[in-house]
């Protein structure tokens, strides 16, 4: 049995999440966008450790400044000229500041996707939505699975073609890009086929027959109400203050001064975020003072 956050139940974890996806991509507010890399990232170290990290800096950071520099540079709006480049565009405070926060969004929302993939599992997945719309559950299982499956399925082909010289790494410019073609023409291959075994092996054990039971049971605890309960409620005051929120950067930059609403609603969205880290930090106190 799963302990701490992976042990939260299906529909607290989707409600959660469905949430702050809502929030983190809809919100231009630099505050709430702050609260939502933070959380996110403390949360995916906590899941993943050192793989959180080596992929934050690998991965998420570098293209938080591409999407930054990007805008910073090629978006021609704001009032607020930094420097002009040589072809006579002026860069921006506005587009900069624009490019910053969009980049910390999508930072979060990845961030976010990491910590969902640790938590809701296949078994998760079908357990929620197996009777309801058992195809629906059956697609988004693979789904989840299909980003690992595809990583390791493209190393062990990689290494496989290493050993007789036809990798993307061995020849000249025009062999590595035909050796690359021909890697990925097998890993789709081997994905399809994969994807179509899995679903002839679901079939053949009765999946989406009326009647079937689930393997798996999931206890539905006291966190697992008082999490999608916080969230609600987090949720709903971020949209009923919204205009305490409100966040603008072209032409200029204009963000909505300091409230008490304002301040209740980053309250609410930060305890809804921090909640699952506490919760496991918790959970593993609990266990390791009782054994």
Request: hydrophobic fraction near 55%; glycine fraction near 6%; charge should be positive.
């Amino acid at each position: 049995m799963k302990t701490g956050v992976r042990g939260i139940h299906p529909a607290a974890a989707f409600v959660f999440f469905s949430l702050v996806f809502v929030v983190t991509l809809l919100t231009w507010n630099p505050v709430l966008c702050a609260v939502s890399i933070g959380c996110a990232l403390a949360l995916d170290i906590r899941l993943r450790g050192k793989r959180a990290v080596l992929s934050f800096f690998s991965f998420v950071l570098p293209a938080c400044v591409l999407i930054t520099l990007f805008n910073m540079l090629f978006a021609h709006y704001g009032v607020t000229v930094l420097f002009t480049l040589r072809n006579g565009n002026n860069v921006t405070l506005e587009a900069f500041a624009c490019g910053l926060v969009y980049a910390v969004r999508t930072a979060s929302t990845v961030l976010w996707l990491f910590s969902f993939n640790e938590i809701m599992t296949q078994d998760k997945v079908v357990f929620l939505f197996g009777k309801v719309a058992p195809r629906l559950a059956l697609v988004l299982s693979m789904a989840l699975r299909f980003i690992p499956l595809f990583f390791e399925s493209a190393q062990e082909i990689e290494k496989a073609r290493r050993g007789i010289g036809i990798d993307s790494k061995s020849g000249s410019v025009f062999e590595r890009f035909k050796n690359s073609l021909h890697c990925f023409s097998i890993l789709v291959t081997r994905s399809l086929e994969h994807a179509v075994d899995t679903a002839a092996s679901m079939s053949a054990r009765g999946y989406a027959l009326k009647g079937r039971t689930n393997c798996m049971t999931y206890p539905f605890r006291a966190f697992d109400a008082v999490l999608p309960a916080v969230s609600v409620v987090a949720v709903l005051c971020v949209f009923a203050f919204s205009k305490s929120l409100y966040a603008e950067y072209n032409p200029v930059i204009s963000i909505a001064p300091f409230s008490a609403k304002g301040a209740l609603c980053c309250v609410l969205f930060f305890s809804m975020c921090i909640l699952p880290l506490i919760f496991d930090v918790w959970e593993e106190k609990l266990w390791s003072t009782s054994g």
